[in-house]
DNA sequence: ACTAATATCAGGTTATTCCTGATAAGCCTC
DNA sequence: GAGGCTTATCAGGAATAACCTGATATTAGT
């Protein structure tokens, strides 16, 4: 009979273990190898052809994307499935535009991970029952899964952001820069608008995550 | 003989149930629950009353880092062991601080989980070999002087700061905790005050600085 | 030359913060 | 067990900032 062999890729080994352990139990699944990043998943799939990729997206050494494209490239037997913290439709899409077959947030159980297995090896695409309203319609979603978030702010912008995660109010802002006030509300607006976040807060935690200022900027 | 009850919280199903096979695999260990977010966690701790509890940081609804505050305080007999995809320094001291007694990365494999497990339950302090200089390097005075500002506020306090610096309102924050919005203001600005903290993004800054909140997605 | 994007600003309305109080419950102490 | 300390709760009113709408000048792109 045809078993279906696996590789797994994903950076946390408990995890692995854990789920090879579930995917195995099941008669017709086999995983054949483990991969703790990107490189090594690559490795992995070149050698042992396997007819499914499971991945995270968020690996070390190469970005599972970047895993999903070659795979797709150079390996077109093998079906990449997404199995990812991410949930969110920016890599849902971006993920199955780059060629994954299957998408399954690891909320889910390994029952639907099964199934999405299955799916793929039908030739078929599995998505989670969640992303059912994810539309692949238009060529927005294409670019805003590529690009870098502070690339869509212009300078002016990232400098406001800045002062702002720094603690300076809008009135210092203004002062700071020679700018009127009026003029430091409409950028932190239209900032807020193009990163689509509603609150400083949001604000503070973007420019930290993104390394335009730093924790230890005290005031 | 005494079996090591477990419970289990992580976010992702297949992770539990992954986990959970390789922990019921290994004589002596027991998994008896498992909880999606810190409020099922804080609930399943309450209701079996195990020996141990593993839990990731990242939770909904209730942070794991709270949960593990509130275990150590009300559920002395269980003992808290976090498994998170944080491996920073920040996360592991304030966990051990908040009251943890082990952290494994998730890199790690169940081998170790199954160390610390039985470590902790002996009533030692487990720690990943890859935290060891974690406890004795005194070189982030800031982290821990952030974490030493953290215990001196009231469980209210933190409870509030944590929401402002998730981006919620004053409103918002008063509805959620079914309090006036006046109340809030004043125990921001008192919160304020203790921190010597004297806006908003700074707040913000301090609570990502302590662990209280992470810069992932917004919620 | 026309369009889009950027940077600048204002008026007026709404919402929030800041300041200055106040009360009540719980706890430690002497 | 009376008095002080901390905590949690709330209000009125003044000061401030954010929000919405709309406008203009400059540059960059096609």
Redesign the interface.
């Known amino acids: 009979m045809n078993e279906i062999r696996i590789i797994l890729a994903d ?5 692995r ?6 995917l195995d ?1 099941e008669p017709g699944l086999s995983v054949v190898a483990e991969a ?1 990043d990107g490189l090594e998943a690559i490795d992995a799939v070149q050698r042992h052809l396997p007819e499914v990729l499971i991945l995270e997206l968020m690996l070390h050494s190469l970005d599972g994307m970047e895993v999903i494209r070659r795979v797709s490239r150079f390996n077109v037997e093998t079906r990449s499935i997404v ?1 990812s ?1 991410y949930s ?1 439709e920016v890599h849902v899409i971006s993920a199955l535009r780059n060629g994954a077959s299957g998408y ?7 029952e639907e ?1 099964k199934t999405a297995v299955r799916t793929v090896v039908r030739g078929e695409v599995f998505l989670s029952p969640a992303f059912a309203e994810y539309t692949f319609s238009d060529g927005h979603l294409s670019t805003l899964a590529s690009l870098d978030l502070l690339e869509r702010l212009t300078q002016r912008h990232r400098e406001i952001l800045k002062l ?4 300076r ?1 809008t009135n210092e802002i203004a002062q700071a820069l020679f700018i009127s006030a009026k003029t430091v509300e409409t950028h932190r607006a239209n900032l807020m608008l193009r990163l689509e ?9 973007f420019a ?2 993104s390394g335009l ?1 730093n ?5």
């Open positions: 950076t946390h080994r408990v995890f273990q854990g789920c090879r352990e579930l139990a703790a199995l913290t969110d399954v947030p690891k909320e889910a159980g390994v991970l702002i995660a720094e603690g109010t976040i509603r609150d400083v807060p949001g604000l503070v935690r930290i995550r200022v924790l230890d900027h005290d005031g």
